[in-house]
């Protein structure tokens, strides 16, 4: 996380607003980390500067007494224009959580890929959750490296 907190306040140093792309295998706790990003903040980032988008959805703090949800589906690359245009210019940091973020971008600032260490760990998470697992579910997430255009690239091994 400091390698993460180091790389957003430089480029918060050159632009308004950066956009964080986390992504890895479906049970590898991608959503886990969103909402714990946005009830507690990162680093020297306040969670009062974060707006997270999961998958189609994104939480935002009114007023900072209560949530309001915001969701937008889309099938095709909005560059997550619809919730874009309805953040408050105090959110400088942007969560876009998504197994396959390259539906919806071309290009992030900061791509951070979630492994699991253990993959059986992974599968019992997503059973015990509810899934029915399919082949879907082993596939890599690599190729969102190749189909989004980004800054930095951090691999993050989760527990």
């Given at each position: 996380?400091?390698?993460?907190?180091?790389?957003?306040?430089?480029?918060?140093?050159?632009?308004d607003?950066?956009?964080?792309c986390?992504?890895?295998?479906?049970?590898?706790?991608?959503?886990?980390?969103?909402?714990?990003v946005?009830?507690?903040g990162?680093g020297?980032?306040?969670?009062?500067?974060?707006?997270?988008?999961?998958?189609?959805?994104?939480?935002?703090?009114?007023?900072y007494?209560?949530n309001c949800?915001?969701?937008?589906?889309?099938?095709?690359?909005?560059?997550?224009?619809p919730?874009?245009?309805?953040?408050?210019h105090r959110?400088?940091?942007v969560?876009?959580?998504?197994?396959?973020?390259?539906?919806?971008?071309?290009?992030?600032?900061?791509?951070?890929?979630?492994?699991?260490?253990?993959?059986?760990?992974r599968i019992?998470?997503?059973?015990?959750?509810?899934?029915?697992?399919?082949?879907?579910?082993y596939?890599?997430?690599?190729?969102?490296?190749?189909?989004i255009?980004?800054?930095?690239?951090?691999?993050v091994?989760v527990?």
């Amino acid at each position: 996380m400091t390698e993460l907190d180091s790389i957003c306040k430089k480029l918060l140093c050159k632009k308004d607003r950066v956009m964080i792309c986390i992504t890895g295998k479906s049970g590898c706790g991608k959503s886990t980390f969103g909402k714990f990003v946005r009830k507690n903040g990162f680093g020297s980032i306040s969670k009062y500067k974060i707006a997270v988008i999961d998958d189609s959805v994104m939480s935002l703090d009114m007023f900072y007494i209560f949530n309001c949800r915001v969701r937008v589906k889309s099938k095709t690359k909005d560059e997550l224009g619809p919730f874009i245009k309805k953040l408050p210019h105090r959110k400088k940091v942007v969560f876009f959580v998504n197994t396959r973020p390259e539906k919806r971008l071309s290009y992030t600032d900061i791509i951070v890929n979630l492994k699991l260490e253990n993959d059986d760990e992974r599968i019992r998470r997503l059973i015990n959750r509810g899934d029915e697992i399919s082949e879907r579910h082993y596939k890599d997430s690599s190729g969102t490296l190749k189909k989004i255009s980004h800054d930095y690239f951090l691999e993050v091994e989760v527990g």
